[in-house]
């Protein structure tokens, strides 16, 4: 922050997503949002009363930049998928961010516009209040678990699973895994092959069935 700025609510919230995203959300105390933003700790607290205010105030910040979905009208599930690749853009950016959305008491008015504006694009659609809850929770849960697993896999670059998979399959008893052989060999080293498109693919699927059930569900 350069020194002739002054210090603010958003500075200091800026400064807390800054560290977070290099050490975690574990990272964000008083003292190094402080040395992040060059000043002393006691400053901070003429602009957030505690460590508390901070974790609420970035958990807005991360749901103020996801985007919401379309405005009236249009089609719901391509609302809904919209935003949630863009969660899925954010939350890969601040995957620390992950255990604390859904963890805090005290949500800020970002993180109550986000939610009903998803659960306004659901009703709006034909979806009963049931229904709409039940598509939320597993959408969240998706996109959150896709992050989480693509956070913690060992490849980022085709060259990342060539070496990767290609060293498995080296060593892969194949008579006795055959399955697992032919998937590593006959997809995942195939040109072309890229683990991210699984979110579209799974994403749409989920998209799908919530159709099928939208007005409620079905009978037995």
């Known amino acids: 922050m350069p020194p002739s700025q002054p210090l603010n609510r958003g500075l200091v919230l800026e400064g807390a997503i800054r560290v977070a ?9 008083m003292r190094r949002v402080a040395q992040e933003l060059g000043v002393e700790a006691m400053s901070l607290y003429h602009h957030v009363p505690n460590k508390d205010a901070i974790l609420d105030g970035v958990v807005d910040m ?32 601040h995957s ?41 929770s597993l959408i969240d849960s998706y996109v959150s ?25 080296r060593h892969l008893p ?12 006959d997809h995942a080293l195939q040109p072309g092959y890229d683990y991210t498109s699984e979110f579209g693919y799974g994403l749409d699927l989920i998209l799908d069935a919530l159709e099928a059930r939208r007005g409620g569900p079905r009978s037995r």
Request: aromatic letters at 6%.
């Open 145 to 169: 678990g896709f992050v989480l697993q693509e956070a913690n896999l060992p490849v980022r670059t085709p060259d990342d699973v060539e070496e990767v998979a290609g060293g498995i399959l």
């Open 96 to 136: 620390w961010a992950l255990g604390l959305m859904d963890s805090r008491r005290d949500p800020g008015p970002a993180t109550l516009r986000h939610h009903d504006a998803v659960l306004g694009v659901l009703r709006e659609a034909g979806f009963t209040l049931p229904m709409a809850a039940h598509a939320v």
């Open 62 to 93: 991360v749901f103020a930049a996801i985007e919401l979905p379309g405005a009236e009208g249009d089609d719901w599930r391509e609302a809904i998928r919209t935003r949630s690749f863009s969660a899925r853009v954010i939350l890969s950016r």
């Open 21 to 29: 995203d290099r050490g975690g959300v574990e990272a964000i105390t």
């Open 174 to 185: 194949a008579e006795e895994l055959p399955y697992l052989t032919e998937m590593i060999r």
